[in-house]
């Protein structure tokens, strides 16, 4: 489903990805884990094409982006990946629904009935169909997030990103994004996710990614990475995430 093959991209003089190769298989429950700064925001920008890449390929579903054919195939990678963020990103002047319905409609080129229709049916998914007509303001973070999320779903992603989804959030509202977070895996939805949730980290990943200075250090199973660990580093990271 994903497929990233020695990409490296630098902002000015610093080097932020050094070769990162990476696959992901249709289904797969993938978690990112590294270090502030080592590069996992940008690599997921990378693969949705909100950065440009300085070498390298990144196919998505088939679809392939290099430095050559970049414009073409952007918008078809876009569409193949959904992506949330850890700061919601939503419209403040739409409603809930409306922040939903206008993708189906500006990128699906839904009529408004059909968008308004699947936006309901993904509001209801998230728990939120009473909020429908609320604006993002009156909304909890953690309601928003599922909004986000909703929002993500709408285009009927190939592959789901989240950038630490639940790391803006107060503590009492973590687990109803994980909640939401958890039933889409459980529904065979292929997703990438950075999070420190390490306790939702070993029981929905397939398999656990450290990351550190741009480089993959260790790419292990689940139950392997936090047993026994292949690497030093990936120990040293653990022993502090893990006693916080
Ligand atoms: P992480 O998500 O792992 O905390 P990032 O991918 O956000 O790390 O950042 C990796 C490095 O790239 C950091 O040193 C950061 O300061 C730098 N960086 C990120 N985005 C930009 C940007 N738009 N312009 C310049 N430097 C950036
Ligand atoms: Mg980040």
Do not use: W
């Not at 190939?158 to 889409?184: G, H, N, Q, W």
Request: with cysteine; net charge neutral.
């Amino acid at each position: 489903m994903l497929k990233v093959q020695g990409l490296y991209k630098s902002y000015g003089k610093l080097s932020v990805l050094k070769g990162i190769n990476l696959e992901v298989e249709a289904g797969e429950v993938i978690v990112i884990l590294g270090p502030s700064g080592s590069g996992k925001s940008t690599l997921l920008k990378c693969i949705n094409g909100l950065e440009p890449i300085d070498n390298g390929t990144i196919e998505v579903d088939g679809i392939r982006v290099d430095g050559k054919n970049r414009k073409q195939n952007l918008f078809q990678i876009r569409q193949r990946v959904g992506m949330v963020f850890q700061h919601f990103n939503l419209f403040p002047h739409l409603s809930v629904l409306d922040n939903i319905a206008i993708c189906l409609k500006v990128v699906k080129k839904e009529n408004a009935k059909e968008a308004e229709f699947f936006a309901r049916k993904l509001l209801k998914r998230v728990g939120l169909e009473e909020k429908s007509e609320s604006f993002p303001e009156k909304l909890s973070g953690g309601q928003k997030q599922r909004v986000a999320i909703a929002r993500a779903m709408a285009m009927k992603p190939k592959i789901l990103m989240l950038d630490e989804p639940t790391s803006a959030l107060d503590p009492e509202m973590i687990s109803e994004v994980l909640e939401v977070m958890r039933d889409l895996a459980k529904e065979g939805i292929t997703m990438v996710c950075i999070t420190h949730e390490m306790g939702f980290a070993k029981e929905i990943a397939d398999k656990m990614i450290f990351i550190d200075n741009g480089v993959i250090i260790e790419e292990n199973s689940t139950e392997e990475f936090f047993q026994n660990p292949k690497e030093e580093r990936t120990r040293l990271f653990l022993s502090k995430v893990l006693n916080k």
